[in-house]
């Protein structure tokens, strides 16, 4: 399996930005479409958007579609999550995840990897 390992989460105000990072080690990147999750308190776990493994095939949810953009460096063994534009309903844990295939998915149990999460909070 491969590691995953998030950071960036943090506080940060209404309107404003964060970028999360997730290093991935272990086994080859780049053989791995990725995905980023969220679970706010008392909420189910869910989907934010998904990047396949070349990073051509990208899907958002339509809560933050339009305001974060997935990406990756496969050369870094990275994936990022940049959030712009951040409401106080987007504050929760969020989580990266990783599937051997070529293309991502919203459902969470088709991933087999999983980082240890990096909270995000918004302020109103």
């Known amino acids: 399996q491969v590691q995953l390992v998030e950071s960036g989460g943090g506080l940060v105000q209404a309107g404003g930005s964060l970028r999360l990072s997730c290093a991935a080690s272990g086994r080859t990147f780049s053989n791995y479409a990725m995905g980023w999750f969220r679970q706010a308190p008392g909420e189910e776990r869910e989907f934010v958007a998904t990047i396949s493994r070349s990073g051509y095939t990208i899907d958002y949810a339509d809560s933050v579609k339009g305001r974060f953009t997935i990406s990756r460096d496969n050369a870094a063994n990275t994936v990022y999550l940049q959030m712009n534009s951040l409401k106080p309903e987007d504050t929760a844990v969020y989580y990266c995840?990783?599937?051997?295939?070529?293309?991502?998915?919203?459902?969470?149990?088709?991933?087999?990897?999983w980082g240890q999460g990096t909270q995000v909070t918004v302020s109103s």
């Open positions: 995840a990783a599937r051997l295939t070529a293309y991502g998915s919203r459902k969470s149990d088709e991933y087999t990897s």
